[in-house]
């Protein structure tokens, strides 16, 4: 199975940034298509971004478009999400995955931004 953890989350306040973090086991990040999902209060899950597998193509939600960035580093096996000019809506636990995603999620990592 794949093995993923999710770092990074935070309190920020709107207009704020915040960098989060997904380490995957083996040659995980390296290997695959991933990408990184939400799941607001009382919502179901819904994808933020993706990235192919050898990081040259991305794509992102309507809704984050211009705002957040998906990255990779095949050396550390590390996947990236860079999020900027943070809104309230964006509140939410964030999941990393393959993509498209294995039926197994990690804990995910909690990002509140207020008002």
């Known amino acids: 199975q794949v093995q993923l953890v999710e770092s990074g989350g935070g309190l920020v306040q709107a207009g704020g940034s915040l960098r989060l973090s997904c380490a995957g086991s083996?040659?995980?990040?390296?290997?695959?298509?991933m990408g990184w999902f939400r799941q607001a209060p009382g919502k179901g899950r819904e994808f933020v971004a993706r990235?192919?597998?050898?990081?040259?193509?991305?794509v992102y939600a309507d809704s984050v478009k211009g705002r957040f960035t998906i990255s990779r580093d095949s050396a550390k096996n590390t996947l990236y999400l860079q999020m900027s000019s943070l809104k309230p809506e964006d509140t939410a636990i964030y999941y990393c995955?393959?993509?498209?995603?294995?039926?197994?999620w990690g804990q995910g990592t909690q990002v509140t931004v207020s008002s």
């Open positions: 083996g040659r995980t990040v390296r290997t695959y298509g």
């Open positions: 995955n393959t993509y498209p995603p294995e039926t197994r």
């Open positions: 990235i192919n597998y050898s990081g040259d193509s991305t």
